[in-house]
């Protein structure tokens, strides 16, 4: 006889010795559960209109700026499924004066205050279901991805130490995870992606673009706000809009992440680096002209201590993004961080961003040359950290719940002979910035930052009470020769809403 029918047999045949247990009431119906998150900013920007771009005496040209961004999202959660949704809507500079670089496209259109110029003014960031069956959890849709302390994938909604973040890295995913042992914080996961937006490549349904995907293993142990620490694998393949340059690539990621009180403070050590490996025809040398072998990688690492009762927070931050010092080797050593992952607000975000902005403008000026050289886009980082490295102090003093004031510092240096394109190419490969002038070492300069930050405490009462805050800051760069030895200045003002 069966296990199974010997069990209905046991069952049945003592169901005679024991009183009738009165009838279970129906199991009660999970409410329907509902959550509208959002935010709404508005951020008015002054930039540092007379910086000098390139070697022509080009200005940045961009006065007082204004733009907005309304990320609007539904949460449905009923029956263990959550079903999900996030938009930007009104993405975009809506009033004053964009800068004048011209010939490039900038993910964020500076060079625009007409709020339909962009076409992505209206942007989904996520459209996906969430769900289990049995230990297994699935995952499906449109996404954002986000791993560590986002150096790689940076989903673009963690608040950065000053600065601003613009972008997300956005997925079609199916994921697949489970934690094999009860008990246990490890969780396995496996997931399959078609890139829609990050760093390398953009592709719309509709519009179509740079074909990406991906093949994802993660392997994380521990608990958020915990102890934790895991490794993140990524397989891409990416076909580039001619349908013929080609990547194929390999990433390890390693993450850890440690909370642990010291005395009457909290102190939280965290670290992650990664290594890229393949080989991409995206871009060439001269002494390949098929293409390159990639083997490039960064680190970055946060040693920060929040101490009580003193509500005092003190950090120090940093990272490192390895360097090609020889272009024409065959293989490509640059890394770059994702372009949200901040770095101060100034040298990264706004200069080198508008310097690799203008350097493209000039590589794809028909004046200069007949088109620009394969790869030429990928000059465009849009403000990422790439090849360099930089230390980051700062101290921050929430003076009450509704008022902190926050400075700091960010040193950087290039990870190899700071140089400009364009400059460099003219001038016979001689190391040369973006002024035309000769450079020599790796420094770049020094930025102080600051900030100050009113209200971002909830307003009413609920569980979902709207949080309005107002954030003033502050970036004030000191560049090094190498730069041009010039002083650059930026300030920004956003009000913003949560809830």
């Known amino acids: ?201 953009d592709w719309s349904p509709l519009e179509g673009g740079e074909a990406a995907w991906q093949a994802i293993a993660t392997v994380l142990y521990g608990e958020a706000d915990r102890s934790r620490a895991g490794v993140y694998y990524v397989y891409r393949d990416q076909l580039e809009l001619d349908a013929v340059r080609h990547t194929q690539a390999h990433v390890v990621d390693l993450y850890g992440d440690c909370p642990f009180p010291v005395g009457s403070a909290t102190v939280r050590v965290a670290a992650e680096g990664a290594m890229v490996m393949g080989e991409t025809s995206r871009a060439q040398s001269y002494s390949s002209r098929d293409g390159l072998t990639l083997q490039n990688g960064g680190v970055t690492a946060l040693v920060e201590a929040r101490l009580s009762p003193i509500p005092l927070r003190v950090a120090v931050r940093g990272g490192w993004a390895s360097g090609d010092a020889d272009p024409d080797d065959g293989q490509s050593g640059d890394f770059a961080f994702d372009r949200d992952f901040d770095a101060g607000m100034v040298l990264f975000d706004e200069l080198q961003g508008a310097l690799d902005a203008a350097t493209y403008a000039q590589l794809s000026d028909p004046e200069h040359s007949g088109g620009a050289p394969d790869g030429a886009e990928a000059l465009v980082g849009e403000g990422a950290l790439r090849a360099a490295s930089f230390v980051q102090p700062v101290v921050e003093l929430t003076a009450t719940p509704w008022l902190s004031v926050k400075a700091g510092a960010t040193v950087g240096w290039a990870s190899k002979p700071v140089q400009a394109a364009y400059p460099t190419y003219r001038a016979g490969g001689v190391p040369t910035n973006h002024l035309g002038q000769t450079t020599s070492g790796y420094d770049l300069g020094t930025e102080l930052d600051w900030a100050v930050k009113l209200g971002d405490v909830p307003f009413g009462k609920g569980d979902h009470r709207p949080t309005p805050a107002l954030l003033v800051q502050g970036g004030h760069l000191f560049t090094a020769d190498n730069l041009g030895g010039s002083t650059v200045h930026l300030v920004s003002v956003a009000a913003r809403v949560r809830i």
């Open 1 to 201: 006889m069966s296990p199974l029918l010997l069990a209905a047999w046991a069952t049945s045949a003592h169901a005679a010795d024991v009183p009738a247990a009165p009838p279970s009431p129906p199991p009660a119906r999970e409410p329907l559960q509902i959550h509208v998150p959002a935010e709404l900013r508005v951020v008015g920007t002054l930039p540092p209109a007379e910086l000098v771009v390139d070697s022509e005496g080009h200005t940045l040209g961009q006065g007082f700026v204004l733009d907005t961004r309304l990320r609007l999202g539904l949460d449905a959660k009923w029956k263990g499924v959550m079903a999900r949704t996030e938009w930007d809507l009104f993405d975009s500079q809506i009033a004053g004066d964009g800068w004048d670089i011209r010939g490039v496209e900038d993910a964020r259109h500076r060079e625009s205050t007409d709020p339909f110029a962009r076409p992505d003014v209206f942007t989904a960031r996520r459209a996906s279901l969430t769900g289990r069956i049995g230990p297994v959890g699935l995952e499906g849709g449109l996404v954002t991805s986000h791993w560590g302390l986002g150096m790689l994938a940076n989903d673009g909604a963690h608040d950065p130490e000053f600065g601003r973040n613009d972008f997300g890295d956005r997925v079609l995913r199916l994921r697949v995870g489970t934690r094999p042992w009860e008990g246990h914080p490890l969780t396995i996961a496996v997931a399959g992606d078609r890139v829609i937006e990050d760093e390398n490549a």
